[in-house]
C-alpha cells in the first residue's frame, strides 16, 4: 500500500512540474506572435487624365512568417496622406490618388494591427508635369485624439481634418466652390462637414509653413463621424390626464364613429333587430382599436419607446468626395479612409 502511494505522489509532482515548464512559456508565444516583423512594398503606375495625374499604388504587407497582414495602409506624400486603405485577405490593397504637378515622393505606411508591426516601403519617386487647367487634390489628417486608421464603439465619434489643395487655381476665371461628401458609411452611422464647401480663389495658397496662420494655408473642413450606441430613442410626453383615462384622441375618432352608426340607426326602418346587433357590433370594433394595441398611445404605455439599434462593428472603407466646377468641366476627386467600429 504504502508502495502505491509513493508511486502516486511521484506521478502528481512529475504533472505539476511539467506544467509549471509549460505554463510560463505560453505568454512568451503570445508575445512573439503579437510583435510579428512586417514588410511593405509599393509599385505606382501613372497615367494623364484630364491634365492631371493620376497614380494606383498597388501595396503588399508580410509578415516576418511570411503570411500576409492585415489592418490599414496609409499613401503618404511627404507629410500628406492622400488616401488610406484596408488590406484584404491576401495582404494586399490598390490605391487611387490624384497628383499635381511636379516631383513627389510617394510611401505606403503600415499601421500595424494586434499581431503584426508597423512598416513603411521604399518612397517611390514620380514626376508629374504641371498643366494648366484648374484643379484640387485631397489629403487627410486625424485631430486628435482621433487617429487614422480611425477605431471607434457605438456612440462615438472621430474627427478627421480634410485639406482641400488647389492645382493651377491661378487660371480660373472665377471662384471654385468644392463642395464635399462621404459614402461607404456603416449603417447606423452619419457624417458631417464643417465647412460643407470651400472657396477657392486665384490667390488661395497651395502649401504653407508649419504654424502658418489658416489664411495662409490651403482651405481645410473638419468630418466628424458619428457612431450611434443601442439605446431608446426620447420618452414621448403623454397627454395631460392620459394616465389611466380617456384619451382626448381616442375621442377624436370614437365619437364620430358613434355618431355616424346612430345615423345609421336612426334610418333603419326595417328589420330593426338585426340592424341594431350589427351596429352595436360595429361600435365595439371602434372602440377595441381606440384603446388597444392598434392606438400608438397604448402601444407606448405597454411596450415603451422604440429601441434604436447600435452601429454594426466592422471595418468600413469610407470615400470622402469633393465635387467642383472650374468654369468649364466639371471635377470630382476623391480619397479614402478606413474606420474600424469595435
Not at 352608426?261 to 371602434?286: C, K, N, P, Q, S
Request: net charge neutral; glycine share 10%; proline share 8%.
Amino acid at each position: 500500500m504504502r508502495s502505491r502511494k509513493r508511486r502516486g505522489l511521484r506521478l502528481e509532482w512529475v504533472i505539476a512540474m511539467g506544467a509549471a515548464l509549460v505554463m510560463p512559456a505560453r505568454p512568451a508565444v503570445a508575445a512573439a506572435a503579437a510583435n510579428t516583423v512586417t514588410h511593405t512594398t509599393l509599385h505606382v503606375e501613372t497615367r494623364d487624365q484630364d491634365g492631371q495625374m493620376r497614380a494606383t499604388a498597388a501595396v503588399t504587407v508580410t509578415g516576418a512568417d511570411g503570411l500576409p497582414a492585415g489592418g490599414a495602409v496609409n499613401i503618404e506624400d511627404g507629410s500628406r496622406v492622400l488616401a488610406e486603405v484596408k488590406l484584404d485577405g491576401s495582404g494586399q490593397a490598390d490605391a487611387v490618388v490624384e497628383l499635381p504637378g511636379g516631383s513627389h515622393s510617394l510611401r505606403a505606411v503600415y499601421t500595424g494591427d494586434a499581431t503584426h508591426l508597423a512598416s513603411s516601403s521604399t518612397p517611390y519617386a514620380v514626376d508629374s508635369d504641371s498643366g494648366t487647367t484648374p484643379n484640387f487634390q485631397l489629403s487627410l489628417t486625424a485631430i486628435p485624439p482621433s487617429t487614422l486608421p480611425l477605431v471607434l464603439t457605438p456612440g462615438d465619434s472621430g474627427t478627421i481634418q480634410v485639406t482641400i489643395t488647389p492645382v493651377n487655381n491661378a487660371a480660373l476665371t472665377a471662384p471654385m466652390f468644392v463642395t464635399l461628401s462621404c459614402s461607404g458609411l456603416p449603417n447606423e452611422s452619419s457624417c458631417t462637414f464643417a465647412p460643407e464647401s470651400v472657396e477657392i480663389l486665384q490667390n488661395t495658397p497651395a502649401s504653407c509653413a508649419s504654424g502658418s496662420p489658416a489664411s495662409a494655408c490651403p482651405p481645410t473642413s473638419q468630418m466628424v463621424l458619428q457612431t450611434q450606441r443601442q439605446g431608446t430613442s426620447a420618452k414621448l410626453a403623454l397627454p395631460a390626464g392620459s394616465g389611466t383615462g380617456s384619451s382626448p384622441i381616442a375621442w377624436a375618432f370614437l365619437l364620430p364613429g358613434a355618431l355616424g352608426l346612430g345615423g345609421l340607426a336612426w334610418g333603419a326602418r326595417r328589420r330593426r333587430r338585426l340592424h341594431w346587433l350589427f351596429l352595436i357590433a360595429l361600435l365595439g370594433l371602434v372602440t377595441a382599436l381606440g384603446t388597444t394595441a392598434c392606438n400608438p398611445l397604448y402601444y407606448y404605455r405597454n411596450h415603451g419607446p422604440p429601441i434604436t439599434p447600435a452601429t454594426p462593428a466592422g471595418t468600413f472603407t469610407v470615400t470622402v468626395t469633393g465635387q467642383a466646377s472650374n468654369g468649364v468641366t466639371a471635377i470630382t476627386n476623391s480619397t479614402t479612409m478606413v474606420a474600424t467600429v469595435e
